[in-house]
């Protein structure tokens, strides 16, 4: 038999096509593929996406690899009376995550928001001590073994610095800081433990943190990472702040997670900072000035805002374990409502029709630069 001999142009053109295909055919189809071997990227999910919201079960499945419960597995509503536990929800997202292959960020085990009343009420060592107790050991160790990590204290330290003066302070002095991650790690001793908080780029409360950190670390107690909330806006915290935050906290010998990220496209209040949610402001037109959509400038804005943050994570994605967007579309992040109820805010990376926006795109081009 004859072999046909293929002229070499053919044998070029074939080549190249079958080049062009392998190309096509490794090209990240999610953000959470575009940075796997960097860092995971999560979101919080709310009741409704939990119990398996159709219109958002198959993006939540693609983008994400780790889910936070936005609130179901907070004190007042996992624990809201001493000898009662709601883990329904909770077991749920567990499910949720078992089905699409994903871990869970369990938040949060010691906060004084959102607290249980009776643990609220209690203005003794002992009392509060066996309450914490309890509380740890129902709630983390019924999850033992499926939690990739916890925040066990989040959002102990003020803006200047000092030590939130909450009712856990006021009860057991700051000595509850390191009984809070031991007590932690005897229950669940293979998850990585998180300190979480907000405004963690000013000097005065970065500062704060790591005298804090550093004391916890010489109690002998397991603490593991630092959780960074980005509830930022699209001029501050600079680059710059953010950098040498991820940086000073890393040199802790810690992990460094970006937690609660969002970007406040909106006016900022006056006298509103942080993500204290206590705070609140009067709803005033000039505080909402996109109720009919997002002007192509600002969505540009965004998504270069988007673009300069991720490129800096993945700078130091050796320092960095975990991204986690708080929320999934514009239409469920609480920057509707905080720090001003009924404002139209478009923080997140997917619209209000679960659609990509060009913060998304801008993300996916990270790593082509």
């Known amino acids: 038999m004859k072999l046909r001999v293929l002229p070499l142009a053919f044998v070029a053109v074939l080549a190249w096509s079958c080049k062009e295909k392998t190309a096509e055919e490794v090209k990240p189809e999610s953000i959470k593929e575009l940075f796997a071997e960097d860092f995971l990227i999560g979101t919080a999910v709310n009741n409704g996406q939990i119990n398996g919201d159709a219109s958002q079960a198959s993006l939540i499945a693609k983008e994400f690899n780790v889910l936070t419960a936005e609130n179901v597995m907070k004190s007042s509503l996992i624990h809201p009376e001493e000898d009662t536990y709601n883990f329904e929800m909770p077991d749920k997202l567990f499910a949720l995550a078992e089905k699409n292959g994903q871990k869970v960020h369990g938040h949060t085990l010691v906060w ?3 607290l249980s009343p009776f643990i609220a009420a209690i203005e003794d060592s002992a009392s509060m001590a066996e309450a914490l107790k309890a509380h740890i050991e129902a709630v983390a160790g019924r999850y033992k073994g499926k939690v990739y990590s916890w925040d066990v204290v989040n959002e102990a330290v003020e803006g200047d610095g000092s030590l939130r003066q909450s009712v ?9 800081l390191p009984w809070a991650f031991k007590m932690a790690a005897e229950v669940e001793p293979d998850a990585d433990l998180y300190y979480n908080d907000y405004s963690m780029t000013g000097k005065a409360k970065r500062d704060g943190v790591i005298k804090m950190v550093k004391k916890i670390q010489e109690s002998g107690a397991k603490i593991d990472g630092i959780g960074m909330q980005g509830h930022w806006h699209m001029d501050f915290p600079t680059i710059q702040e953010i950098e040498e935050s991820i940086l000073a906290y890393s040199a802790l010998g810690l992990k460094v997670a970006i937690t609660e990220l ?22 005033k037109a ?8 997002l002007p192509a ?3 540009a804005a965004l998504a270069k805002r988007y673009a300069d943050i991720f490129a800096l994570f993945y700078k130091h994605r050796d320092k960095i374990d975990r991204v986690t967007f708080w929320g999934v579309n514009d239409g469920d992040s609480w920057k509707n409502g905080f720090p001003v109820q009924g404002r139209t805010n478009y923080p997140l990376l997917f619209d209000r029709n679960n659609q990509r926006k060009e913060a998304y795109d801008a993300i996916m081009k990270v790593k082509d630069k």
């Open 112 to 114: 004084h928001s959102q």
């Open 262 to 283: 969002d970007i406040d496209v909106l006016p900022n209040p006056q006298g509103v900072s942080g993500a204290e949610i206590s705070q609140s402001a009067e709803l």
């Open 168 to 176: 856990f302070l006021k009860t057991m002095g700051e000595g509850y």
């Open 297 to 299: 400038d600002v969505s």
């Open 286 to 293: 000039e505080l909402d000035p996109y109720t009919d959509g």
